[in-house]
């Protein structure tokens, strides 16, 4: 049961570089989101998609951009990498059911230089 | 303003004790509902419970309960018997606006399981 995949784990750029993470679940999820953690703070929507072909902005998108071209699989996009963006990603999944729970994957760490 | 409050940043809790976890909401929607991970040292989000505000009985999922007080607005997570593996970051989260699925998340506790 693999739920919510996330590659890569880890990552290092350097200001300025661009890099895309990509987020996939098997669990025919129509809603998808990806957070950012920081240290001290809780997780913050940066986009996040309703279904194929749709996204929508977050609480803080400046900086990112996604795509979904797939249901199974949403990517986080990082244009030109800033050292503010250095954090933990995580990418969730959920049915369309508000009571039901969003299912994280593993997180990535990123590390802007 | 604030959606969620966390007000303990750190907690500490002998080993088979009880422990609660506070959360606090904001909100002037009348159908919510209220979500708590827990996320370990590992880092990943790992679902707990969760309350609706509709629901007429606190929730309950194994050693996991919800102390929902809605004229208070508050959702406070208590753990029986603690066990050491219950040393873990706790955030508490609500969605964003009513109907929807997006969740706004606490600044969460850090718990301490004492041997």
């Known amino acids: 049961n693999a739920g919510v995949t996330q590659t890569p784990k880890f990552r290092v750029l350097k200001t300025g570089q661009s890099m895309t993470l990509l987020c996939a679940q098997d669990?025919?999820?129509?809603?998808m989101y990806w957070y950012r953690q920081d240290p001290g703070m809780g997780l913050r929507l940066i986009h996040y998609s309703v279904g194929e072909g749709t996204t929508a902005k977050g609480e803080v998108p400046d900086g990112y951009n996604v795509s979904r071209l797939k249901k199974q699989n949403f990517l986080l996009g990082l244009e030109s990498a800033a050292p503010s963006q250095t954090s933990v990603y995580f990418c969730a999944s959920s049915s369309w059911a508000i009571n039901q729970p969003q299912h994280f994957g593993d997180g990535t760490r990123l590390s802007i230089l | 303003a604030q959606k969620i409050t966390q007000t303990q940043p750190g907690m500490f809790v002998q080993e088979k004790e009880a422990v609660t976890l506070d959360c606090t909401y904001d909100?002037?929607?009348?159908?919510?509902?209220l979500f708590w991970y827990k996320q370990p040292s590992s880092g990943e989000m790992i679902f707990l419970i969760y309350q609706g505000s509709y629901d007429e009985q606190n929730a309950t999922e194994g050693r996991y309960s919800l102390n929902f007080q809605k004229a208070r607005k508050s959702a406070n997570l208590v753990i029986s018997a603690s066990q050491l593996g219950d040393s873990a970051m706790y955030f508490c989260?609500?969605?964003?606006?009513?109907?929807?699925?997006?969740?706004?998340f606490g600044t969460g506790t850090r718990l301490t399981v004492i041997p």
């Open positions: 909100t002037s929607d009348q159908s919510y509902g």
């Open positions: 669990m025919n999820h129509e809603y």
């Open positions: 989260a609500r969605p964003l606006a009513s109907g929807a699925n997006n969740l706004f």
